[in-house]
């Protein structure tokens, strides 16, 4: 799922998630909880146009950074390693030398 920042080149659909920090959706000083509706100002600038299309790099939710999460970069890197070891065709764990004792 793309997220802001991660180099996506594919637009933001529903359901594509926004990271923002808690305590900018608080509404009578009660956080949200899951499955909640909420309202959030998003601001950003422009980094491309396309066609008829303007393409925002996100960087404010309600006038508060967008969090950033290293947790999905360190998935995103294992995903991507994952992808180029299947595409030169080194199984995970082993090597392409096939000979020797045992085979």
Known sequence: MPTPGNGADQPV???DEL???LD?????GQRPEV???VEAKV??????IVN??????????N??????????????DLSEQSQQADMAGVPI?????MGGAGY
């Open 13 to 15: 659909q529903i359901g």
């Open 19 to 21: 990271p923002v920090k």
């Open 24 to 28: 900018t959706l608080m509404v009578g």
């Open 35 to 37: 499955g909640d509706q």
């Open 43 to 48: 601001s950003g600038t422009v980094s491309r």
């Open 52 to 61: 008829d299309c303007c393409y925002v790099r996100l960087e404010t939710a």
């Open 63 to 76: 006038n508060e950074p967008i969090e950033s999460h290293n947790d999905d970069q360190e998935g995103d």
């Open 93 to 97: 764990g082993g090597s392409l030398n």
